[in-house]
């Protein structure tokens, strides 16, 4: 990026910019005239002067103006115009005036849109230009740099200097030609008033810019101090595992409290500055019409000026402050924005990028095979201690490599060295007589895998994850519509890509398989192998089946729930369960599913925001059931108060009766006191809302507080019939309501199976119901379906929502899925345990034959199935091929130390 603000905008958009000018210039005789009717409306109609010496008539719309008398008083005559009375004349001129306005409005409204374009392209483009900087930052810039600063540099810190782009060029010629008309129509008016308008001018604009400089000098600490506290915040949620193990929560919020003092100090003195600014422009400002009243009264009764001239003049300086005043702004923006950017170019400086290749999409592909050179090969470690020291090495591939070393850092390094990631390295390292260094991104996306002892996971499905490496171009076109067109049109317009995400990205052609159910089949077949398979079956037990997407397995899943029932019920397990029933009140299901009698698919209806919805409420009204809800909400708070008072946090009661949480046992005690413990409605809306969220998990067999009645069941069965019809009469389609014969397509697949709820009443009831569930969904091989289903499990920021031997085994068939050339495996197995890291290494191994397969092994006695070993000896010194296989019998080969 350019380092001069105004040079980056100016390149970008020197197009837009000079479009925007002829425009702004256009628009200065329609302004210039907006000023001068007022007085000529005083003047010649309100006064009469166009009709004096006994004329009857006056032109109207004659063009043209005179210079001042200290200019010589010569009139430019463009149109002689029409012969009017003077109520024609006076409501003609208005009529003209108002004109004007919306001619000059209309105006505005161009420019401002424009401008507001032009910024938010330039806005656009300059966030896709950062983000590609940051796509290639150097491994020593990723291990000091912040994801959180980064990602605030991008998102909020480019924010201002966008909202300044379209005004950089256009603002000060735009307010300046305003100005200066004002100025010069006050010159032409009077010479002495418009000097003395001047004069304060200057006054402003000299001395307003000088006290600002101390603003820039804050607002760049507030910058630093803004993106070091995002920053830390960060970094204590990423490790709040930490916090809790060693109760450092108190030295946490004191730090933070600490960095909050800062940026208040900072803030408050940046405000004072500012207000003391203000005043004093705004005081300058107020200077100005005090002259214009007194002498331009005082010129006015001497006759050297007209009453219509006085108006004109007033009503022109009523324009004058508002542009000076953004002018000035425009130049304390513009310091603090060159601010900004300097300090976003330092962050994604060029010392800290690796280069720019500029072939990274070409389409050039070549296989990765044939001799592995390695030559006069030297890596140190961040700290400067030498971990390989002029090694040399000769394999052919395609092969089976296994990587032990004695310190696992240099098996480590070369792994990375041989995947192409980034390290600082002597020597060379070549492929078929090629440098590995040279190799376009483009070929090593696709030739090469790298599985990393921290598998890298984005937010999204399990497939997306796995599929990830399938994602390296378009492989269709978008549909040719006028959403394509535009979207292009801008893409272009910001220097964006091209590409839609809407087109198909997966190549299953390199993947080696002709449609995604095969590859869905492929992929739950490795993971079973694996150990994963248990897993996404429970996911897929936990995830829902679009019925429109997949009919026939909805369909199958919907009979299954019939064997289910009938299973039940024929082996007289029917207590086990108590089923949906639109006419009857499910015990084992909260208040809220009981009303709802279905799933919401908004978070304005889960939890206890449900009690916030209009239509929720209206039910509730609808049915009396508000005040009963309130009262039953009283007694749950009432005995949660007494049972936890007293009790530490943490008690196992807390989880069974969870309707309160230890923080919030204070605030319905003070309820409780309001309410006088009667049970009546609560002083305020909030109270009787937090009363009645109360009632919303409350199941009976479970809290056993004896709350429920027959007419309480009764009313809420009522209820369950109001909210159904009042959501249906809004158009509501945030619920998916329950139907006996339908699958309800927002329930999990587990709730559509059971369509009820385990009676908790019954010992091992969720057991038993579990295990006949999977002998029904065997039975009608539904099993593979739902297991397809839970590749649709959301993983989380990073894969937290997975353990850890499940986001190594996404990250491994992420990389096996992709069939490179070459694939390390670096450490990635280790998550799976000494127990499963054979089975894994054995899917390893066979997913990669005829192919290149570098691991590195902590333990050597797993490396007798590879076809070469190297062992890197000596510490941080030596580099020794320890073994090879060729034929299946172990070779010794010649060392190759360290000169």
């Not at 010589?72 to 009375?85: A, K, L, N, S, Y």
């Not at 509730?620 to 909400?633: E, I, K, P, T």
Request: proline share 4%; glycine share 8%.
């Amino acid at each position: 990026m350019n380092r001069s603000l105004f040079r980056y905008i100016w390149r970008h958009s020197k197009r837009d910019q000079l479009l925007i000018f002829a425009v702004v210039l256009a628009s200065l005789p329609f302004y210039y005239m907006s000023l001068d009717l007022p007085r000529r409306i005083v003047n010649e109609a309100i006064q009469g002067r166009a009709f004096e010496q006994g004329r009857q008539t006056a032109k109207f719309l004659d063009i043209g103006f005179s210079l001042p008398s200290w200019l010589g008083g010569h009139r430019f005559q463009f149109f002689e115009g029409i012969d009017v009375g003077r109520l024609h004349l006076l409501f003609g001129l208005s009529f003209l005036f108002l004109f004007f306005v919306l001619i000059n409005g209309g105006f505005k409204y161009w420019i401002n849109v424009s401008k507001g374009a032009l910024g938010e392209r330039m806005l656009r483009r300059m966030r896709f230009e950062l983000f590609s900087l940051a796509l290639r930052f150097t491994p020593e810039t990723l291990r000091t740099v912040k994801s959180s600063e980064a990602a605030t540099i991008i998102k909020d810190e480019v924010e201002p200097i966008g909202g300044f782009i379209g005004d950089a060029f256009v603002q000060p010629m735009f307010l300046g030609t305003q100005a200066a008309t004002a100025l010069l129509f006050i010159l032409m008016q009077s010479v002495w008033l418009g000097l003395t308008a001047a004069a304060v001018v200057g006054v402003q604009f000299i001395i307003i810019p000088r006290m600002r400089r101390e603003l820039l000098r804050l607002g760049r600490m507030r910058q630093i101090a803004s993106r070091r506290l995002a920053g830390r915040v960060s970094e204590v949620i990423d490790g709040m595992e930490a916090v809790h193990v060693h109760n450092t929560a108190r030295w946490e919020r004191a730090e933070i409290a600490h960095r909050l003092y800062e940026l208040f100090d900072i803030r408050f003195r940046i405000y004072k500055r500012k207000f003391i600014v203000k005043f004093l422009n705004n005081l300058l400002a107020q200077l100005t019409p005090f002259f214009f009243y007194a002498f331009g009264g005082y010129f006015a009764l001497q006759g050297r000026l007209d009453i219509g001239q006085l108006v004109a003049v007033i009503a022109a300086y009523r324009e004058l402050p508002p542009p000076l005043k953004e002018l000035i702004d425009w130049d304390q923006q513009r310091l603090d924005v060159q601010v900004k950017y300097d300090q976003v170019v330092a962050y994604f400086s060029a010392e800290k990028l690796l280069p720019e290749h500029a072939d990274d999409h070409t389409g050039e592909d070549v296989e990765l095979v044939g001799a592995l050179e390695v030559k006069d090969l030297s890596i140190n470690d961040p700290h400067g201690g030498i971990l390989i020291s002029r090694a040399s090495l000769h394999l052919d591939l395609p092969a089976h490599v296994a990587l032990t070393a004695e310190s696992g850092a240099a098996a480590s390094m070369f792994a990375r060295l041989i995947a192409r990631r980034p390290i600082e390295f002597s020597g060379e390292v070549q492929i078929s007589g090629r440098d590995l260094s040279d190799l376009p991104a483009s070929v090593v996306g696709r030739r090469i895998a790298y599985a990393g002892v921290e598998p890298i996971l984005f937010p999204g499905s399990i497939r997306d994850n796995i599929l990830y490496g399938l994602r390296q171009q378009p492989l269709t076109e978008a549909e040719k519509g006028e959403l394509d067109r535009r979207r292009r049109f801008e893409a272009g317009r910001t220097g964006n890509p091209s590409d839609s995400i809407e087109v198909e990205w997966i190549d299953l052609q390199r993947a080696g398989f002709g449609t995604r159910e095969e590859l869905d089949e492929r992929i739950i077949q490795l993971l079973g192998r694996m150990g994963l398979v248990d897993d996404l079956y429970r996911f897929g037990l936990g995830g829902a089946i679009d019925p429109e997407s997949h009919p026939d397995l909805a369909e199958r899943l919907l009979e299954a729930r019939g064997r289910f029932h009938e299973r039940l019920s024929g082996e007289g397990l029917s207590e086990l369960v108590e089923f949906f029933d639109p006419e009857r009140y499910n015990l084992h299901a909260t208040v809220a599913e009981n009303l709802l009698f279905g799933v919401p698919t908004s978070q304005s209806l889960m939890g206890r925001a449900l009690v916030g919805d209009l239509h929720f409420r209206q039910a509730l009204d609808r049915a009396d059931l508000s005040a009963d809800l309130v009262r039953m909400g009283a007694r749950i708070a009432e005995t949660m108060v007494d049972i936890f008072r007293g009790l530490p946090l943490g008690h196992p009661l807390f989880d069974q009766f969870s309707f309160v949480h230890a923080d919030e046992l204070g605030e319905f005690e003070a309820i409780l006191k309001r309410l006088g413990k009667s049970g009546r409605a609560g002083e305020t809306v909030e109270d009787r809302e937090r009363l009645l969220a109360l009632t919303l998990p409350y199941i009976e067999p479970r809290h056993r507080l004896g709350l429920l009645d027959e007419g309480m069941i009764e009313r809420l069965l009522a209820g369950r019939v109001q909210v159904r019809e009042i959501f249906g009469r809004h158009g509501r389609d945030d619920i998916r309501f329950y139907e006996p014969d339908t699958l309800n397509p927002a329930a999990t697949d587990r709730d559509n199976l059971l369509f009820g709820r385990v009676n908790e009443r019954v010992a091992d009831a969720r057991e038993r119901v579990r295990l006949i569930g999977a002998e029904i969904i065997d039975e009608m091989a539904l099993r593979g379906g739902i297991e397809r289903v839970g590749l649709d499990h959301q993983v989380g920021p990073a894969g937290r929502l997975l353990t850890s031997p499940q986001r190594a085994g996404v990250n491994l068939l992420r990389c096996l899925v992709k069939k490179p050339d070459i694939l390390v495996v670096d450490g990635a197995l280790a998550p799976f345990g000494e127990g499963r890291i054979g089975a894994v290494l054995d899917i390893v191994l066979e997913e990669t034959r005829e192919r290149t397969l570098l691991a590195v092994l902590s333990n050597a006695q797993r490396s007798e199935h590879f076809d070469a070993v190297i062992q890197f000896r000596g510490g941080a010194a030596d580099v020794n091929v320890a073994a090879a296989r060729a034929a299946g019998q172990p070779e010794e080969l010649p060392q190759a130390a360290a000169e």
